[in-house]
């Protein structure tokens, strides 16, 4: 059963990976290409050449990640390297066989193309990195100077994209490297959003001194568990219930209503949330539980 599960997991994942890898391979060959606009890593350089010698972006991308999955083999692992062999192969594939896109570029506005081409990257790249795997490129030799030099990863990715850019500059002027970053903006952008998911929520804390009645109020007339989060003040060691809830976006005022006109002295913290599981939200991973005291550092959890 385990096997079963296991290999359904999988199929999903290079479902997930070959659709992430269609959209951002058609963006590239509707609107970067066509108006001669570049990408981040080793993709960037294959366009590159593609634009001085006409030699194909999807089959550069592969042989020039060959040397880099060489080197993810033998010092960051067997595991890691297959899943990056495998979105590599698939995303050089698309490149090429998308190719014919070219001719049917529905943009002529240099802007409009980055801005569309960034979104539709991101949207892809993000299904990729959601999926848990990865097109290879930068990201390996990332992986590698992070993991020997304790480096950040963004950072170095970010120093070798801004070498392509320079490269760039030189040779084909520098309208369409300040093109390419605006559209490398957006795409990383759209991508960490889809990575993070687009159920955004809030999460509000509450310190009342009529917390139960606070916690009451937002269950009858909002539905949302909320969590008594045990705190004690540093100054006054006082202790007092914490009201913990999270809510969507639209529920945040009723809150704020609900708070202030049974306490209007009370303090509260509303914050991000990228994404919430749970009963409410989306489909829990793990049953619920009523009751959590942790004895190691005093902190009760109890949800109303």
């Not at 089959?59 to 060489?70: E, K």
């Not at 639209?250 to 306490?263: E, G, H, L, P, R």
């Amino acid at each position: 059963m385990i096997r079963k599960r296991s290999l359904e997991h999988k199929l999903k994942q290079y479902a997930g990976v070959s659709l992430g890898c269609l959209i951002a391979s058609c963006s590239i060959n509707l609107f970067l290409v066509p108006s001669h606009l570049l990408t981040g890593g080793a993709t960037g350089i294959a366009i590159i050449f593609y634009y001085l010698a006409g030699l194909p972006i999807g089959l550069q991308t592969f042989l020039y990640n060959i040397p880099l999955l060489i080197a993810a083999w033998k010092l960051m692992g067997r595991e890691y390297t297959i899943d990056i062999i495998i979105g590599t192969a698939i995303f050089s594939f698309c490149l090429d066989a998308t190719r014919f896109l070219n001719a049917y570029a529905p943009l002529d506005d240099v802007m409009l193309a980055a801005i569309f081409g960034g979104v539709f990257n991101g949207i892809g790249y993000g299904i990729v990195f959601r999926m848990d795997g990865s097109t290879g490129g930068f990201d390996i030799i990332g992986a590698i100077v992070k993991k020997f030099y304790a480096l950040h990863m963004g950072g170095v990715i970010f120093a070798f994209n801004c070498m392509i850019m320079v490269v760039a500059g030189f040779l084909f002027g520098v309208a369409p490297a300040m093109f390419t970053l605006i559209m490398m903006f957006i795409n990383a952008t759209v991508t960490d959003k889809v990575i993070a998911g687009f159920n955004s929520r809030k999460a509000v804390l509450i310190v009342s001194e009529k917390a139960e009645q606070i916690a009451e109020d937002i269950i009858l007339e909002l539905g949302r568990g909320v969590t008594f989060l045990h705190g004690q003040g540093a100054f006054t060691h006082k202790e007092r219930d914490v009201v913990f809830v999270a809510v969507t976006l639209t529920q945040v005022a009723k809150i704020k209503f609900i708070t202030n006109d049974i306490d209007p002295n009370a303090f509260m913290i509303i914050m991000s949330a990228s994404e919430v599981m749970g009963k409410g939200f989306s489909k829990p991973k793990a049953p619920a539980v009523k009751e959590v005291i942790h004895e190691a550092d005093k902190v009760e959890y109890k949800v109303v």
